[in-house]
């Protein structure tokens, strides 16, 4: 994939992707890292665009408790709302004028929007698949909330990627991800308190944190008392190493699923949300 020094050979890259896409999505998240300020500029740029483009491919449709209520007048919307529309109605039958549409009102069936807060767990060694795992999550967080989303990485400390109510573009969270290497301990009680504090920001009426780690704490904390406050929790664990993951999410009551590499990611995650 780098035939020489500052080179990138994208033929490669396409090519590993359909003979070993994992191993492929690990080592271009690797020479994201890589000492050739060049090659590492090139690595991140193709990674963030492909990274997105991987997490586009599957659902991105938002989910949640749909209402009817009162909303504005769109053809084939709903049915229109009489008394809300009434004396647009009424002045335009006695002016014998067309009504207008603007201020007419229907009532339809809404979904409302869904905020979400990405935690990724960067304690010990983070590169290569779980580095491509975590940056294509963070894609697909960002394609399916782009409204309201955040991204935590967590060790030691929290690193806030994106807050929820900043404004980053898209490739620039993933980009960023990716420049993180792994290393300290785990303080997940601190991670889930911080990703509380950051949907607490948003106004969504759905509130979801996902926790992309195996959920094994080696800093003291009430875990689950941090957990209880995030109205909704997700837990993504490797397959390989899931074991206190699948405790954790049973005692605190959160959906979990597992993932292999990082081309199953998006999907994964398509799946536990929609649930």
Known sequence: MS???????QAAVEQGLVDDPDETLGLLADLAGA??????????TLAARLFLDLARRGPSTRR?????GEQPY??????????????????????GVAVDAERLRI?????PDTALCLLVDRSGSMGGRPLATAAI?????????????????????????KSQDGDKPNEQVVTDLLSLRGHGTTNLAGALRAASQQLSRATAARKIAILLSDCRPTVDGDVLGAAASIPELVVVAPDQDSAEAVTFARRCGARITTVG???QIAQALASVLER
């Not at 949640?64 to 009817?68: D, E, W």
């Not at 991204?151 to 400390?157: E, I, M």
């Open 3 to 9: 035939p020489d020094v500052g080179e990138l050979d």
């Open 35 to 44: 000492t050739d300020q060049r090659l590492r500029d090139l690595a991140r």
């Open 64 to 68: 949640g408790v749909g209402r009817i």
């Open 74 to 95: 769109q053809p084939d919307g709903g049915d229109l709302d009489i008394d809300a529309s009434f004396d647009a109605l009424v002045e335009a039958a006695a002016s």
């Open 107 to 111: 009532r339809s069936w809404s979904t």
């Open 137 to 161: 999550a963070a894609a697909a967080v960002a394609a399916r909330g782009p409204k309201s989303y955040s991204v935590l990485a967590f060790g030691k400390d929290i690193v806030a990627v």
């Open 261 to 263: 590499g990082p081309s």
